[in-house]
């Protein structure tokens, strides 16, 4: 079984500032993708980053970066100069495989807010 | 249409009626999901699609739950005899087949069962 955790339930953040919002996960997969969603007030999940398990470098994405720690099971996202439109609440999740279409395992999110 | 598609945007429904929720996927993803999210919760797992059958139903709740996708495209989650507990947002996403890639998501539909 997999399993996300999400400490935070909520961040507030000073405009342009660097947050790190953390991710622990639980897998007995040799083989597993990690993810980042962003869902904005309007519902829809947005996919922000992905890193998998035999990538050796962390993933970047623009202002997004994943900071990908194998050993202690952590997958925390990092967003760098932030802005009011970040304001959302920030899912991560888990796969099964690095190549499939297994089913996507969410954490409970952090609900982060941006301070002007 | 460029995106996940999902209809009705919101529906109110009384106990123990029968609705049905559709999702339209990107064009050419084999693959179709549905997840329901709870107020406060992350979307949880209710089946997956690969093309016209169900790889995976491990997430339906109960017998009550039940979803189609005959023709490999649009996809049905109908659910009878609804109760208080399955008011939520019901979330479709589609994907590519067998490459590492991200599940695009639609807006979904808030269900209200009153």
């Known amino acids: 079984a997999q399993k996300i955790t999400q400490t935070q339930p909520g961040m507030f953040v000073q405009e342009k500032e660097a947050v790190t919002l953390d991710c622990t996960y639980d897998?007995?997969?040799?083989?597993?993708?990690l993810f980042w969603y962003k869902q904005p007030s309007s519902g829809e999940m947005i996919f922000l980053i992905y890193?998998?398990?035999?990538?050796?470098q962390n993933a970047t994405e623009g202002r997004y970066s994943l900071n990908f720690q194998k050993a202690r099971k952590s997958a925390n996202l990092v967003i760098s100069a932030s802005q009011l439109g970040d304001s959302a609440m920030y899912f991560c999740a888990m796969r099964g495989s690095n190549f499939g279409n297994e089913k996507l395992t969410f954490g409970t999110g952090t609900r982060l807010t941006i301070i002007p | 249409g460029a995106g996940v598609s999902q209809t009705p945007s919101n529906k109110v429904t009384e106990k123990g009626k029968y609705v049905e929720l559709r999702c339209d996927p990107i064009s050419g993803h084999t693959a179709l999901y549905w997840y329901r999210q709870s107020l406060g919760q992350g979307p949880e797992f209710l089946i997956y699609f690969q093309g016209t059958g169900a790889a995976d139903d491990s997430g339906l709740p109960n017998d009550r739950f039940f979803a189609v996708r005959p023709e490999g495209s649009v996809s049905t989650l109908k659910i009878q005899r609804t109760e208080r507990g399955d008011s939520a947002v019901y979330l479709c996403?589609?994907?590519?087949?067998?490459?590492?890639?991200?599940?695009?998501f639609g807006q979904g539909t808030r269900l209200t069962v009153v």
């Open positions: 890193q998998g398990s035999y990538d050796e």
């Open positions: 996403a589609s994907s590519l087949t067998g490459v590492p890639t991200e599940a695009f």
């Open positions: 897998t007995s997969d040799q083989s597993y993708g």
